[in-house]
C-alpha cells in the first residue's frame, strides 16, 4: 500500500507536547498495522458462523484507510480482533511490529479507538475530566498533558465547554468528546468505528475534517469503519472492502473509482426514434431507451461508455437521424456505486483484486464460496448498539 | 506506558509516565469527583443503610428491651463492615456491568496497565473510599445507640481491609461472570444479602466457617471494637489464617476474572451488554 504525500513534520502548534518525534525514519519501520491469516468463527456445529475469514493486509503510517461491508460482512469483528478485544481463531495482528494478542499492553501504548461514537465516554463528568481520565488510564501523567488537552478542546471546537458535563451535550458534541478523549494521550493508531453515524452534515464535515487533519498534520494512522460512502471517499486514502468475512477489495480509493470509471450518460432527444436508429444504437452501445408518447415526442437513450468513442458514435448516429437534442447527462460513478458492485448479490460482483484493467473490470463469480447469509456478526454493529439510553 | 520513549525514534514524546501513578490519580479523581457532584445519591446510600440501622435498634429494643445491648456491638461493627463490603462488593460486580453498558469498558481494556490492574486499582480506590462512609456511619451509630467502640486505627483497618480482601475476590469473581454472562443483577443482589449470615457467622462456636469469606475478619474486626484488643494482641495463627484465607479468595477471584475476560474476548463478548 503506497503511503500518500503527508508532512509529518508538522505538530501541534499550541503544545509542544502534542509535536511527534517522527522523523524520515519513521517510514522504514514496520507498517502501522499488520494482519496476516486473521480467521474468527463464532459459535460451533451447524450454528457456526465464520464472521472473519483469512484476512490478511498491511496499513501504512499515515494513511487514513476505510473499512467496508455490507452488515455482518466482518468489519467490528476484524476491528475488535485487531484491538485483542476478540481473541482470533488463527492468525495474527501486529502494531507498529508489536503483536496485539502476545503483547497487548504494549500495543495499547500506541492505540486510541472510538468503538461507540457518542457512548463511550463518562457522561457525568465534565469534557475535560474525561479526557484527562482517558489520558490517565493510558498512562500519561496528569500533569503532562494538560496543555494537549487545552489544544484538542481547541481543535474540536469543545473548549468553552470544557467544563460542562457530557450528558448536557448534543449528540455531534459527545461525538466529538469521544474522539477527543481518544487522542487525549499521543497515539499512532486510531481505529474509528462509524465515527459519524448519527452526526448532522455539518458536524460530521467538521469530524471528516478533524480525521483527515490528524493524519496529515501529525501522521496518525486511522482505521474508520463506515456505512458512509461519502465519508470514506472524502478522507480515505485506501479501502479495505469486506463482504463474508473476506477482502474482496483493498486498494486506494481513487484506483478503486477507476476501476470502475465506466461511464454512464443519459441522452434525451425531442423525437422518436427511428427504428434504423434504433438497432444501430444497440450494436454500437447496447444503449436502452425510454419514449413519451403523450403529447410529447421525446425519447431518453441510456447507455453505458466503458471508453474509447463510445459517446461520440451515439452522437453521430443521433445527427445522422436529425435528431435534436434536448439534455446530455453524465453519471460518474462513486463510491458507493463501487460498493455496491462490489458487493453485489446477484452473482455479477465485479472484483477490484485485480484492478490493472481499468477499462473492463472482471466480473469473477463468488469465488466458489458457499452463500451465506450474511450474518455473520450477531448484534456486533456499533450502530445497532447507539441507541441504548443510559447514565454514567 | 511500558519504557516512556517513542520506540521507533527514541525521542520521549508527551512521557507516558512509568508509575501507576496517572492511573491511580485519574481514578481516584473520578470516584471524588462523582460523590460530590452527585450528592443525594451518595447521601441516599448512606441514609439507606443508617435508617436500616435505625430500624433494627429501636425495633430490637422494642422487642428484646434491654437485652438488644448484648449484641449491639455485633450490630454496629456488623453494619460498618456490611457498609464496606458492599461497596466494594459492588464496585467491581456492578461496575462491570455498568461500564459496559456506557460503552466504556472495551476502552478499560484497552488500558496499557492492563485489564487487571485497572479494575484492581478501581476496587482499591472504591475500598479507601468506602472507609469514609463507613467511619461516618459507624460515628452515627455509636452516637444514636450510645454505645462507643474501641477504634484503634491500626487494628482496625488492616483487619477490616483483610476481610475485604476477600469481598474483592468475590468481586473479582462476579464480575467475571458479568463479563460473559451480563444481565446478573438479580444474582448479585443475592450475593450482597449472603454477606450478612457471613459477617454474623460464629465462628467461635465452628472454627471451620473461617475458610468462609468475610467471616473470621468480622469476628476479630468485632472483638478488636468491643473489647478493645490490639492488633498484635490477637494470637498470631489467627492473623495468619485470616491473612491466608483472604489473600486465597482473592486470587480465587481474580483468576476467574481473567479466565472470564479470555471467555468473553474468545466468544466476542467483552463490552456487549
Known sequence: ?392 | MSDGTRRDSGVPVSIPDSSIFPLLWVVAQKQVVLLLRYPLNTLSRFLTMFIFFLVVFFGGQAVAGPAITDTLDGIIVGFFLFTLAITAYSGLAWNVTREAQWGTLERLYMSPYGFGTVMAVKAGINVCLSFLWGVALLLAMMLVSGRWLTFDVVTVVPLAALTLASVIGIGFCFAGLALVYKRLENLFQLVQFGFVPLIAAPVWSYEWLTLLPIAHGSFLTRVAMSDGVRLWEFPASELVILTVVSVAYLAAGYYCFVFASRKARREGLLGHY
Open chain 1, 1 to 392: 500500500m503506497p503511503t500518500p504525500n503527508h508532512d509529518p513534520t508538522v505538530g501541534y502548534p499550541t503544545n509542544e507536547t502534542m509535536t511527534r518525534s517522527d522523523g524520515p525514519g519513521r517510514e522504514a519501520g514496520p507498517p502501522a498495522i499488520r494482519l496476516d491469516g486473521l480467521r474468527k468463527t463464532f459459535g460451533s456445529g451447524e450454528n457456526a458462523v465464520t464472521a472473519v475469514d483469512d484476512v490478511s493486509f498491511e496499513i501504512e503510517r499515515g494513511t487514513v484507510v476505510g473499512l467496508l461491508g455490507p452488515n455482518g460482512a466482518g468489519k467490528t469483528t476484524t476491528i475488535k480482533s485487531m484491538l485483542g478485544l476478540i481473541v482470533p481463531d488463527a492468525g495474527t495482528v501486529e502494531i507498529d511490529g508489536i503483536d496485539v494478542h502476545s503483547q497487548p499492553t504494549r500495543a495499547y501504548d500506541r492505540v486510541g479507538a472510538m468503538l461507540e461514537g457518542a457512548r463511550n465516554v463518562y457522561w457525568r463528568l465534565t469534557v475535560r475530566e474525561n479526557l484527562a481520565f482517558f489520558a490517565g488510564l493510558g498512562g500519561d501523567s496528569p500533569s503532562t498533558v494538560g496543555g494537549r488537552h487545552d489544544a484538542l478542546l481547541e481543535q474540536f471546537g469543545l473548549a468553552d465547554r470544557a467544563e460542562t458535563v457530557v450528558n448536557e451535550l448534543s449528540r455531534g458534541m459527545k461525538q466529538k468528546v469521544s474522539l477527543a478523549s481518544t487522542l487525549a494521550r499521543d497515539v499512532d493508531v486510531v481505529f474509528m468505528d462509524e465515527p459519524t453515524l448519527g452526526l448532522d452534515v455539518e458536524t460530521s464535515l467538521e469530524l471528516r475534517a478533524e480525521i483527515r487533519r490528524l493524519a496529515d498534520r501529525d501522521d496518525v494512522t486511522i482505521l474508520v469503519s463506515s456505512h458512509d460512502m461519502d465519508v470514506i471517499e472524502d478522507i480515505c486514502d485506501h479501502v479495505l472492502v469486506l463482504e463474508n468475512g473476506r477482502v474482496v477489495a483493498d486498494d486506494e480509493v481513487d484506483a478503486l473509482l477507476d476501476v470502475f470509471r465506466s461511464q454512464e450518460y443519459r441522452i434525451e432527444v425531442d423525437d422518436v426514434l427511428p427504428a434504423a436508429a434504433r438497432t444501430r444504437l444497440e450494436t454500437a452501445v447496447d444503449a436502452e431507451w425510454t419514449a413519451e408518447r403523450d403529447d410529447r415526442r421525446r425519447t431518453t437513450i441510456s447507455f453505458t461508455a466503458t471508453g474509447g468513442d463510445e459517446f461520440y458514435d451515439v452522437i453521430d448516429v443521433l445527427r445522422e437521424h436529425d435528431l435534436p437534442l434536448r439534455d446530455v447527462e453524465s453519471v460518474t460513478p462513486d463510491l458507493e456505486d463501487v460498493f455496491l458492485e462490489l458487493t453485489a448479490e446477484d452473482g455479477q460482483r465485479s472484483t477490484a483484486e485485480s484492478p490493472a484493467d481499468s477499462s473492463s473490470p472482471a466480473r469473477p463469480s463468488r469465488d466458489g464460496e458457499p452463500a451465506r447469509d450474511g450474518g455473520a456478526e450477531p448484534a456486533r454493529d456499533a450502530g445497532e448498539e447507539l441507541e441504548r439510553g443510559d447514565r454514567r
